[in-house]
């Protein structure tokens, strides 16, 4: 596909477009900020992941569902919120779970 998005995907805002984010350090040598939309962690399966979400409304919702969060998260670590708080490793274990459960939909289908 090559960066060109269905119509429906960009108005629904599941496509990121080219954008400069903040991406911070904390003392610990993490990185804060950065993007793991699903698109950005298997730019090789675009193709697919796409078909996916114009023919599986299921597969659609999870995938706006794992991104919305993964940009929750990103938020919150821009606006300084401690990342050892376990509310914040929950946080980071659903999104690791979603994204599992993703790939597993994408390598099996």
Do not use: C
């Not at 990121?16 to 903040?22: G, L």
């Not at 796409?50 to 998260?73: C, G, R, T």
């Amino acid at each position: 596909m090559g960066g060109k998005w269905p119509a429906w995907l960009k108005a629904n805002g599941h496509v990121n477009k080219p954008v400069a984010i903040k991406v911070t350090v904390d003392e610990g040598g993490k990185m804060l900020g950065e993007s793991h939309a699903l698109l950005n962690e298997f730019p090789e399966m675009e193709e697919k992941i796409v078909s996916l979400m114009e023919s599986n409304p299921s597969f659609h919702k999870e995938v706006k569902d794992y991104n919305a969060l993964d940009k929750q998260i990103r938020v919150l670590e821009l606006n300084n919120s401690p990342i050892d708080d376990p509310s914040m490793v929950q946080l980071k274990q659903h999104r690791a779970q979603l994204k599992d459960d993703l790939y597993q939909k994408l390598t099996h289908e």
